[in-house]
Structures are given as structure tokens and as C-alpha cells.
């Protein structure tokens, strides 16, 4: 016999808001209580309520939409930026094996400097300005991005290309039929690995050399000791960071691994 509110939590399960804020109900509510029972000096531990207040005050006095369209543009400018140097480079480097012998000590090497580390230099070169900024974001994004290039040409079966070749096809046909198609799978992966990797930069960069911005925002709100507004930037960066991944990467990177992963897998059982 079926439960009277079994229904009604199988329909919870099916639906997507349900999955996507069930996770959260159990930690806001221990942040909440955490924050009620006052285990921690309110200076240093403020509660939900504390934070929306904090929310609906910027929001009213138009601070918090400046800075997220600051964070966003030189977000928009360092992705840009990155897939136009990124893909051409990794597609160089992963089908030309001069191009791979000569770069692929240096990709390793620059793939091991944090991009954190630049930045004492990035001042020193361009000042607190948009180019320091997206020079962090497009030297995050440009290396993992092209390691999962190279990777992705070198899963590419041989079958496919031998067989494009002895039916004659040049090898610009072979590039755009075979070898693009064949590293799609990877190419998406790295480009959600890389904004993943160029949003934390985003907000260092603008911890450290920003003069607005959500990460802006949370370090003048620490010196001020405004423990609120810290909060505040933390989940605005987590929600639109999970957005971005849930509306665009992640359907793309599943569309792409479905459509040719599974191609790609078929030819090599072959």
C-alpha cells in the first residue's frame, strides 16, 4: 500500500527546482541556527536575515548591479579573449608535432603558475585597470583549455582519419570533418574547466587589483568589517557561477559529448 505523501515526494523528486535547492534547505537551515544559537560573536557570524537585509540595501541603493556589470564585463572581456587565443593555439599545438615539441614544456610550465601569481607584475605592467584583470582571466582559461584540445585530437581513432584520407579528402577537409568533430568532446570540457577556472581569477584579480566588482565588494566590506556584505558575495558569485554552468556549459558540454562521444566511442569499437 502506498504511502498518502509518497505521491507527493515522488513528484518533488521529478521536479528540477526541487533538485536544484533541495541540497541548500538543510545548510541554510544549519546556518541559520548556527547563526540563532550565536555559537559565534555576531561581528563574525551573521545569519540569513542579516544577509537579505544587506542584499535589499544594495539593491536599493544601486551598488550590488554596478558591480556584478563590472565582474560580467571583464568576464566577457577575459572569455573572449581566451577562446580566440585558446582554440586556434591548442588545435596548432595538437596537430602539428613541431608546434607540440617546441610549446608543450612551456604549456607545462605556465599550466603550473597559479594565475595569482602574476598579479604583483600585472600592476606593475598595466595598473588597477580592465587589462590587468583580463590578462589573469585569459592566462587561466588559454591553458587548460588547450591541454583538453590536444588531448581531445590525440582520442581521435585513426581509423577515421586514414579512412577520410584514402577517399581522398584534403587535409583541410579531414581537419573540419574528422579531427574537429572527433576533439569536440574535449574542446567543450575544456571551455567549462577554463570559465571555471577564469571566474576564481576574475575574483582575485578583483580582490587585489579591482576598484569595483563583486570581489571588490567583499574585500572593502572586510576591512570595513561588514561580515554581511561578505556573505552577500560569496553566494552571489555561487549562484551566478551555477547559472552559468546549469543554463550554458553544461548543456553544451553534454550535448557535444553526446552527439560526438558517442560517435567517437562506435568508430573505436570498430
Given amino acids: ?28 537551515a544549519l546556518w541559520w541556527l548556527l547563526a540563532w544559537l550565536q555559537i559565534f560573536p555576531p561581528a563574525f557570524f551573521v545569519g540569513p536575515d542579516v544577509v537579505l537585509a544587506e542584499l535589499g540595501g544594495l539593491l536599493e541603493r544601486g551598488i550590488l548591479p554596478g558591480y556584478l556589470s563590472d565582474s560580467l564585463t571583464r568576464l566577457w572581456y577575459g572569455v573572449l579573449f581566451g577562446l580566440l587565443i585558446g ?88 581537419f573540419v ?19 571555471g577556472y577564469g571566474w576564481r581569477a576574475l575574483v582575485a584579480a578583483e580582490i587585489i587589483v579591482g576598484t569595483s566588482g563583486i570581489g571588490f565588494m567583499m574585500f572593502d566590506a572586510r576591512r570595513v568589517g561588514d561580515v554581511a556584505e561578505v556573505f552577500l558575495g560569496m553566494i552571489v558569485l555561487g549562484i551566478l557561477w551555477y547559472a552559468l554552468d546549469a543554463l550554458m556549459l553544461a548543456p553544451f558540454e553534454h550535448a557535444t559529448v553526446e552527439r560526438w562521444g558517442l560517435v567517437r566511442q562506435e568508430a573505436a569499437a570498430r
Fill in 177 to 195: 570533418e574528422v579531427i574537429v568533430p572527433g576533439s569536440l568532446p574535449s574542446v567543450a570540457s575544456g571551455v567549462r574547466t577554463g570559465l
Fill in 87 to 174: 582554440l586556434p593555439l591548442g588545435f596548432l599545438v595538437g596537430m602539428s608535432p613541431l608546434a607540440r615539441r617546441l610549446t608543450w614544456p612551456l604549456l607545462l610550465f605556465f599550466q603550473a603558475v597559479a594565475d595569482i601569481a602574476w598579479l604583483p607584475i600585472v600592476i606593475v605592467w598595466f595598473g588597477f585597470s580592465l587589462t590587468a584583470v583580463t590578462f589573469v582571466i585569459v592566462y587561466t582559461i588559454v591553458f587548460p583549455l588547450v591541454l583538453s584540445i590536444v588531448a581531445g585530437i590525440e582520442q581521435v581513432p585513426p581509423e577515421l582519419v586514414r579512412a577520410a584520407r584514402s577517399m581522398g579528402a584534403s587535409p583541410l577537409r579531414v
Fill in 1 to 28: 500500500m502506498t504511502a498518502p505523501g509518497a505521491p507527493v515526494w515522488r513528484r518533488l523528486a521529478r521536479s528540477a527546482t526541487a533538485r536544484t535547492l533541495g541540497p541548500f534547505v538543510p545548510v541554510v
